[in-house]
Nanobody, 116 residues
Framework: QVQLVESGGGLVQPGGSLRLSCAAS????????MGWYRQAPGKQRELVAV???????NYADSVKGRFAISRDSAKNTVYLQMNSLKPEDTAVYYC??????????WGQGTQVTVSS
């Protein structure tokens, strides 16, 4: 019903920047919030940032002041601007969308590697 496709991952140096994109397609009318999660090797998946249908945002403490989530409702796309990247940001980043009637949907993930 909802398909999520992430893009923008890659290899960057510490202190660098990267912008991730997540395009939603299908039955997107009922989506009330979207967000980004990440999972590093040997760790559980954790919430990075979320944005609601009214524009409210929430961030993990570890990324506050460095990352910014935004959305383009007309394009059903959410973005994650990542600045001042650190090696500990290395993870697979997953896009998430929550539909009030259908539940959660997940993208396939995109790898972000921060290394010098």
């Amino acid at each position: 019903q909802v398909q999520l496709v992430e893009s923008g991952g890659g290899l960057v140096q510490p202190g660098g920047s990267l912008r991730l994109s997540c395009a939603a397609s299908g039955s997107t009318f009922g989506i009330i919030r979207m967000g980004w999660y990440r999972q590093a090797p040997g760790k559980q998946r954790e919430l990075v940032a979320v944005i609601t249908s009214v524009g409210s945002t929430n961030y993990a403490d570890s990324v506050k002041g460095r990352f910014a989530i935004s959305r383009d409702s007309a394009k059903n796309t959410v973005y994650l601007q990542m600045n001042s990247l650190k090696p500990e940001d290395t993870a697979v980043y997953y896009c998430n969308a929550y539909n009030s009637r259908q539940g959660n949907y997940w993208g396939q993930g995109t790898q972000v590697t921060v290394s010098s």
